[in-house]
């Protein structure tokens, strides 16, 4: 019904920038609010940051100032663009979005993100 394909994970250093990319594609109508979620080997998942179709944001305290999430309605995909990159930050980044019509939350695969000294 819905699919979440995550893109632009790859290997950075220290210190350096990547954008994340998720596009929705399937049968629906509408997606409501929008989300990273992150987990690191032996870590649990957690919500890094969140965004509503009012593009009304919330970030987890270790990302803030570093992350930004934004997201293109008419394309059906939200970004995260992060910045000044640390250990950290570390894992496998997935993709969330709340599908209106079905009631659902549908998941990405997600993309691995490795920050390096």
């Known amino acids: 019904q819905v699919q979440l394909v995550e893109s632009g994970g790859g290997l950075v250093q220290v210190g350096g920038s990547l954008r994340l990319s998720c596009a929705a594609s399937?049968?629906?109508?509408?997606?409501?609010?929008m989300g990273w979620y992150r987990q690191a080997p032996g870590k649990q998942r957690e919500l890094v940051a969140g965004i509503t179709v009012g593009d009304i944001t919330n970030y987890a305290d270790s990302v803030k100032g570093r992350f930004t999430i934004s997201r293109d309605n008419a394309k059906n995909t939200v970004y995260l663009q992060m910045k000044s990159l640390k250990p950290e930050d570390t894992a496998v980044y997935l993709c969330n979005a709340y599908v209106t019509d079905y009631g659902i939350y549908s998941w990405g695969k997600g993309t691995l993100v490795t920050v390096s000294s």
């Open positions: 399937g049968r629906f109508f509408s997606i409501g609010a």
